[in-house]
């Protein structure tokens, strides 16, 4: 038995009764607009302004909402035009624009030649203070900047006057600047590379003046379009980077900026931006702009070694560390700071690719990015120093491992330097290189090794690179003690451990002492009483009453170990030198070791 219509399922009748009202309601395009014998006098010119105006406020969203009767555009525009000459009030040609505006919506499909015509108006009427609304009317005019037909090769000066009468002004440009990324997306075949030019370098100025980051981001999505739609032309090529390279410098738009210019790198103008950016850093003197070079910097190392470097760019650091060496004269604070960022990146990832005169220029930047950090503000120094030094020990260890085909000793001659922002290790590894070359044969040896114990031992704090520096001091005298006795003891011994019973690290004195101890045990000549006085200070120290006699102190082994430690020496020096002249220095220490013996135990 067939289902009747109230045992349907209610969704089938719901579609059913969609369906059958389908074409019961018309929609209002397709309700025609008739303009009455009325309307069309009441728009004509010998009305009064504010009749006219009345009958457009009236027709406004009925024009919008309805289909026009044909030729209903034209007559409207040929009655209406007249209010729109400069000579009528401000607020009338508004109110005459606005209408205008919703007129184009509503009846865009029906336009046809009036769009021409609305153009040609829109082109001579040159009022500044209908600007704005002639943006929102070439807007509806042209569906966003999406559709130009009858108006394509004039389209593009048009767009360069409206686009620099807004940015001249310092208004909202938002609208305006959408307009144009539409444009040049939609309609690049009919821009010429000379309306692309100047709109390059228009927006190059806009974005030096402007700090509002939505028009900012605006500006970089059209030049993003240029490349992608469009080309830049040679001329042009410089602005499209400088722009670039100045917008970088802010977070909210830094990955914009470099996703933009990675596309044009990518392009057969990579080479050529490439170049642009090395002309930037080489600006002359005086005429830098910090921003800019910051920028080129960070392009430069992004494109070529960066983590999403350009794969078609073939070219060597070596073809650019001369261009960094240059921007590192300027000394900004930001520049450094960037500088030390890319040599980082370069190191890190393509050090095993760079050959001997790349790894010599890139050691002459790191050099320089040294002296250059004093200069830099608190907040950004310990930063720039921490990527210094990862740069640094990524250095040293390809050193070590024989990857590293520069010069070595300006390696370890930059470890130096920045010894205090370096790991222990990395500064252990400089002592056990610089102990290789203290020898007679190299030209001011123990001027050296005084230098050597001056940073690395009286300077540092370090327990290990003290204790480290001590051995090397120990092994070299002993070593050549026997030519050069006096110049080792003035030069590098006595200056600095003069002073031996005062130091507080106990490991440190206890091998400060050893090593007078040895050292005491082959001296033979003046400055052999000055040793053992060393050790004479130390061990008249066990005597010494405490302080305070209210406080109870506990001692341990490990609180006599420099002690024992010196009376083994004193020991060990009497055994050497029973036999030897002096004899006054063998009955010295025979008393001293009494009477140290006589205060501790009596």
């Not at 806009?206 to 509002?212: D, I, K, P, S």
């Not at 738009?253 to 930037?280: E, K, P």
């Not at 470890?415 to 922002?421: C, H, P, Q």
């Not at 006096?486 to 400060?512: N, Q, Y």
Request: net charge neutral; hydrophobic share 40%; charged share 25%.
């Amino acid at each position: 038995m067939p289902q009747t219509k109230q045992d349907r399922p209610f969704g089938e009748r719901l579609k059913a009764w969609f369906k059958s009202s389908k074409s019961s309601f018309a929609r209002p395009q397709d309700i025609e607009l008739i303009l009455s014998s009325e309307t069309v006098s009441e728009l004509a010119a010998d009305q009064p302004t504010h009749v006219r105006l009345q009958t457009l406020k009236e027709l406004q969203d009925l024009v919008r909402e309805r289909r026009l009767q044909q030729h209903g555009v034209e007559l409207i525009w040929v009655k209406i035009r007249d209010m729109l000459e400069t000579k009528n009030k401000r607020e009338v040609r508004h109110s005459v624009l606005e209408f205008l505006q919703h007129l184009i919506i509503g009846q865009y499909t029906t336009l046809e030649m009036m769009r021409a015509e609305l153009f040609r108006f829109l082109k001579k009427h040159q009022v500044d203070e209908d600007l704005d609304h002639r943006i929102k009317l070439l807007n509806a005019l042209t569906e966003d900047g999406k559709d130009i037909l009858h108006f394509e090769d004039e389209m593009g000066a048009m767009l360069l006057d409206l686009l620099r009468t807004s940015t001249e002004k310092q208004t909202d440009c938002c609208q305006i600047l959408t307009l144009t990324v539409n444009l040049v997306k939609f309609n690049s075949a009919y821009l010429d590379p000379e309306i692309v030019s100047h709109l390059i370098g228009l927006l190059f100025w806009y974005t030096r003046t402007t700090n509002r980051n939505n028009e900012i981001r605006l500006c970089l999505e059209i030049y993003k379009c240029i490349v992608m739609y469009n080309f830049v032309p040679s001329e042009a090529i410089l602005h499209f980077v400088s722009c670039l390279c100045s917008v970088v410098n802010l977070p909210e738009v830094c990955q914009d900026a470099w996703y933009t210019m990675r596309s044009l790198i990518g392009t057969q103008l990579g080479h050529s931006a490439l170049f642009n950016l090395c002309v930037l850093i080489q600006s002359t003197p005086g005429m830098v702009d910090v921003a800019l070079i910051r920028g080129a910097v960070f392009f430069i190392g992004s494109s070529l070694w960066g983590p999403n470097h350009v794969p078609t760019l073939k070219y060597s650091a070596m073809t650019v560390l001369p261009v960094f060496l240059l921007a590192l004269k300027e000394c900004h604070q930001l520049v450094v700071y960037e500088m030390a960022l890319q040599m980082e990146s370069l190191v890190m990832r393509q050090g095993l690719l760079l050959n001997a005169p790349g790894w010599e220029e890139a050691v002459t930047i790191l050099e320089m990015l040294v002296t250059k950090l004093d200069r830099c503000d608190s907040d950004v120094r310990p930063l720039a120093q921490h990527h210094l030094q990862a740069t640094i020990v990524k250095l040293e260890v390809l050193a070590m491992n024989k990857q590293y085909p520069g010069s070595h000793s300006r390696v370890y001659n930059l470890v130096e330097s920045v010894s205090d922002l370096c790991p222990e290790q990395s500064v252990l590894h400089l002592l056990n290189y610089r102990s290789e070359h203290l020898y007679p044969a190299n030209e001011g040896w123990i001027e050296k090794l005084g230098q050597l114990m001056d940073r690395f031992y009286e300077r540092d704090v370090r327990q290990q690179v003290r204790v480290k520096m001590l051995s090397i001091l120990k092994d070299t005298v002993m070593t050549n003690i026997l030519m050069y006795e006096d110049k080792l003891l003035e030069s590098a011994v006595l200056p600095f451990l003069s002073g031996l019973d005062t130091e507080i690290d106990r490991m440190v004195k206890i091998k400060g002492v050893e090593t007078i101890s040895v050292l005491a045990a082959k001296a033979s000549k003046a400055h052999l009483k000055d040793l053992l006085d060393i050790l004479e200070k130390i061990l008249k120290k066990i005597g010494d009453p405490i302080s305070s006699q209210d406080t109870a102190v506990l001692y341990t082994r490990q609180d006599f170990l420099h002690y024992l430690e010196a009376v083994m020496g004193l020991v060990k020096i009497f055994k050497e030198r029973f036999y030897r002249p002096p004899v006054t220095s063998v009955r010295d220490r025979k008393s001293t070791r009494l009477n140290s013996s006589h205060a501790r135990y009596l």
